[in-house]
């Protein structure tokens, strides 16, 4: 370990863990000034972008899953403990309080999308998507709907940014 990180812990973290849903602390007259809140104003315990999806959807139990974002981040609630392959955490009261969170997903699928888009879409589905005034997306959903699977063979991605899922054991 780098020696000047030893006390990172000590020097700049507090040691002190709140719940999410709970007030971390307010705004101080110093913050006040320079972001224009009100000195007061409640600061939040922070959380993970797309845990925090799950209440704002009203998904505050098991039986629903959201799947969200451009990691495409699966998010399930569960009251008991199951091993699961391919899940890359359980975490008890990580998304909503009395519940362990599940989290599954694969990392940067929307730049994955946008690169196929920019270097493997033949013009003629941008040309589409113009005249029809839809977006390139669009086009590729309505054709990808019309295939079965396993149709257009097998499609091979970089590995970019990290396989966050399919190879979690």
């Not at 709140?18 to 110093?30: L, Q, R, V």
């Not at 609630?77 to 599940?102: A, F, N, R, S, W």
Request: with cysteine; charged share 25%; aromatic share 6%.
């Amino acid at each position: 370990m780098d020696p000047r990180i030893e006390n990172l812990v000590d020097e700049k973290l507090s040691r002190d863990i709140y719940p999410i849903g709970t007030k971390a602390g307010e705004i101080t007259a110093k913050d006040a000034e320079l972001t224009g809140l009100k000195p007061g104003t409640a600061v939040a315990v922070g959380n993970i972008d797309a845990h925090a999806a799950l209440p704002a959807v009203e998904i505050t139990e098991p039986g629903k899953m959201l799947i969200i974002g451009t990691s495409t981040c699966h998010l399930v609630l569960e009251t008991e403990e199951k091993m699961v392959p391919g899940i890359c955490g359980v975490v008890e009261d990580g998304i909503i309080p009395g519940y362990l969170g599940y989290e599954a997903g694969q990392s940067c699928v929307g730049d994955h999308f946008q690169w196929f888009i920019k270097n493997c879409v033949p013009e003629e589905y941008e040309k589409e998507a113009r005249d029809r005034g839809v977006s390139i997306h669009k086009v590729l959903r309505e054709r990808a709907s019309k295939l079965n699977p396993g149709e257009s063979g097998l499609v091979a991605l970089d590995w970019w940014n990290g396989n966050r899922s399919v190879l979690v054991m």
